[in-house]
């Protein structure tokens, strides 16, 4: 039987390595270097899927099997969303719900549940639909349609899904009982300092790809806004005149909240001083 994971070797060009797990291929690709791995290491591999895995997390003993079971059913699909149990450090680990149903239809198809919903709508409001680089593998033939955006060092994975998902309605399952652990600690890359910064180039591009009509134009204006404003609150004491750029621009992407913003950037304007102020008190 066919294995649908690819393991690849070594690579020091996108630091991919396998998974310490014996039988499998499991392809594992950093964060820092989020390179799509077909596109650089030994494309004589024809796996069905990769997965873009932190080296602090880890899958379920039965992740690969379970994929692996059902990989004649899985070649066609592109994505494919397992559950995911999220370790935070000192506290108790908890299983995210990672569909609500109330908010976006799915039907069951067996083993596993066919996302019917806006996948696009659903990735962008989180809510709908939780997931993150540990329990979402996709199909390698995606990346033949999609350019990857690893100059953006963070969440490029996340504005790889919302592109893909914007432009063709993707195949997309939700496969349960197979489990990711996503670890959370005082120096992961996820609560790094530099994370606003990310997320906001990856909603720059997303809001220069979005089209005026696009029903969730707006929220992707009005999150693009958001997005400039933290990086300006997270810039605020190491470059200030960067800080206020970002708070400047920000405005221009939907009205500030209530209530937030600082004195020291009252030339920004007092809706703006009042959100940072906000902010500083959270």
């Known amino acids: 039987m066919r294995s649908i994971i690819a393991r690849m070797a070594p690579c020091n060009t996108c630091r991919a390595r396998p998974l310490a797990t014996p039988g499998s291929r499991l392809l594992e690709t950093r964060r820092a270097r989020p390179q799509p791995p077909p596109k650089l290491c030994d494309r004589s591999l024809r796996a069905v899927v990769s997965h873009f895995l932190d080296d602090d997390d880890s899958v379920s003993d039965e992740f690969i099997p379970g994929l692996n079971e059902f990989s004649a059913q899985l070649e066609d699909v592109d994505f494919i969303i397992t559950d995911l149990v999220v370790n935070v450090e000192s506290q108790a680990p908890h299983q995210k719900q990672i569909i609500d149903r109330d908010l976006i239809a799915s039907t069951s198809c067996g083993a596993f549940e066919s996302i019917d919903g806006d996948l696009f709508r659903a990735t962008l409001k989180g809510q709908h639909l939780y997931f993150n680089s540990a329990n979402a593998v996709i199909n390698r033939k995606v990346f033949d349609r999609y350019r990857f955006h690893s100059e953006i060092k963070k969440t490029a994975d996340w504005l790889f899904y919302l592109e893909v998902s914007l432009q063709e309605r993707i195949k997309a399952i939700y496969f349960p009982n197979i489990f990711a652990v996503y670890n959370v600690h005082?120096?992961?890359?996820?609560?790094?300092?530099?994370?606003?910064?990310?997320?906001?180039?990856?909603?720059?591009?997303?809001?220069?790809?979005?089209?005026?009509?696009?029903?969730?134009?707006?929220?992707?204006?009005?999150?693009?806004?958001?997005?400039?404003?933290?990086?300006?609150?997270?810039?605020?004491?190491?470059?200030?005149?960067?800080?206020?750029?970002?708070?400047?621009?920000?405005?221009?992407?939907?009205?500030?909240?209530?209530?937030?913003?600082?004195?020291?950037?009252?030339?920004?304007?007092?809706?703006?001083?009042?959100?940072?102020?906000?902010?500083?008190?959270?």
């Not at 009509?213 to 004491?237: E, I, M, N, Q, T």
Request: proline content about 6%; aromatic content about 10%.
């Open 186 to 282: 005082l120096s992961s890359m996820s609560i790094a300092s530099d994370k606003s910064y990310w997320n906001m180039r990856a909603f720059e591009q997303l809001h220069a790809v979005v089209p005026k009509g696009h029903p969730s134009h707006a929220d992707v204006r009005r999150a693009y806004g958001k997005a400039l404003f933290d990086a300006g609150y997270a810039d605020r004491l190491k470059h200030k005149p960067r800080a206020l750029y970002y708070y400047c621009k920000s405005t221009r992407y939907g009205p500030p909240a209530a209530n937030q913003g600082d004195p020291e950037i009252a030339r920004a304007g007092s809706a703006l001083a009042r959100r940072v102020k906000a902010a500083d008190a959270t």
